[in-house]
């Protein structure tokens, strides 16, 4: 009896290829998709991304693409769960001051969590989980490690480190040894209807603003030495390294360097005032190992498409102090930091204020 793998379908390229090739490899595939949409915050656009008012297409679409290759699809309402657990997360940061990552709380909590708490619930028995993840998996010294997707542009297991063990012995990832072009190239081939369908590119299309809901709240934009700038909206509307659409005027260059959320203020600063070579994060999380070394040496990526950058790292407690080797332009609080090691994922954290 063939094993049984449990697909997440988006109805994009990625996915629904990733289905077809476990089909050919003899897998039982079922495709299961989840429902997020909540209607209580109104006049959402739609658009290329996650969330958004017109996901019943989508929902559609896989349906039709689980009969055409002869598989079952279910489709579970996540609306709930989504909107108490990412929309309030996104929301409650933006409010902090902090910028969120919901991609990887989404992925941690609801794709490789309640979507499948979701299928069993229902009955739905099964040996494995797949994604359409540009990512890999490999089994060594006891322990089920994560690594980068061979295609260095579309790698995405920055968005994974939260994985823990149960959850990377169960996952297969099979489009992780592709390029995305084979992969475009092999769905023309088989003649899926999306193999040119654009990648989503973020959880939300519109203005943040949208899933916000927050009133204006004018507020100063100042520099380090107290000198008032202009004013601005919120300080929700701005995030820690911008640089455009600041509002005000100066001699040089302007970037964010930091909001406070009591005070309602924006400080910027010039590109000097942004350098920084340190920084430290919390609620971490290790997938190479159960506990770190006190000191040791990684490669580090503060956001999914940076470049992995040198660094020492020093663990205090629950905290780790991330020392760069090289000057970085700025830290974003709330924002994730993965570790790694060559092409393995070491771990991670949240970047907090010292």
């Excluded at 658009?47 to 002869?70: D, L, M, S, V």
């Excluded at 890999?136 to 939260?162: H, N």
């Excluded at 260059?253 to 920084?276: E, S």
Aim: include cysteine; charged fraction near 25%.
């Amino acid at each position: 009896m063939s094993d049984v793998v449990l697909i997440g379908l988006s109805g994009g390229v990625d996915s629904s290829l990733a289905a077809i090739l476990l089909k050919e490899q003899g897998y039982d595939v079922i495709g299961v998709s989840m429902s997020i949409y909540n209607k209580d915050i109104p006049n959402l656009i739609g658009g290329n991304a996650c969330y958004g008012p017109f996901e019943k297409p989508e929902i559609t679409n896989i349906h039709e693409f689980g009969k055409k290759i002869g598989i079952k699809t279910f489709v579970f309402d996540c609306s709930e769960e989504y909107k108490n657990t990412i929309l309030s997360y996104f929301q409650n940061e933006y409010k902090a001051g902090r910028t969120p990552n919901p991609c990887v709380k989404c992925n941690e909590l609801m794709k490789f969590g309640l979507l499948l708490q979701k299928a069993e619930s229902e009955g739905i028995a099964f040996d494995y989980f797949a994604t359409g993840h540009y990512c890999q998996t490999e089994y060594k010294d006891g322990r089920y490690l994560l690594k980068k997707g061979i295609d260095e542009k579309k790698d995405q297991s920055y968005f994974l480190y939260k994985l823990n063990q149960t959850q990377l012995s169960k996952v297969i990832f099979p489009l992780g040894s592709m390029t995305k072009e084979e992969v475009r190239r092999i769905a023309k081939e088989k003649g899926l209807d999306v193999a040119d369908k654009a990648d989503s590119q973020d959880f939300y299309s519109g203005n943040y603003n949208d899933l916000l809901q927050m009133p204006i709240k004018k507020g100063n934009i100042m520099l380090p030495n107290g000198t008032v700038l202009g004013v601005h909206n919120g300080y929700w509307n701005y995030t820690i390294g911008q640089r455009k659409g600041l509002g005000v005027s100066y001699s040089e260059p302007l970037f964010v360097l930091d909001m406070d959320a009591h005070r309602n203020i924006v400080w910027v600063g010039t590109q000097k005032d942004a350098q920084k070579t340190e920084c430290y994060i919390e609620d971490l999380h290790w997938i190479k190992f159960d506990k770190p070394a006190d000191n040791f040496k990684a490669f580090a990526k503060q956001r999914s498409t940076a470049k992995p950058a040198a660094v020492s790292v020093s663990i205090y407690g629950d905290k780790a102090k991330i020392k760069y080797e090289d000057v970085q332009k700025s830290f974003t609080p709330g924002q994730s930091l993965v570790l790694y090691d060559g092409d393995y994922v070491i771990g991670g954290g949240i970047i907090c204020k010292e």
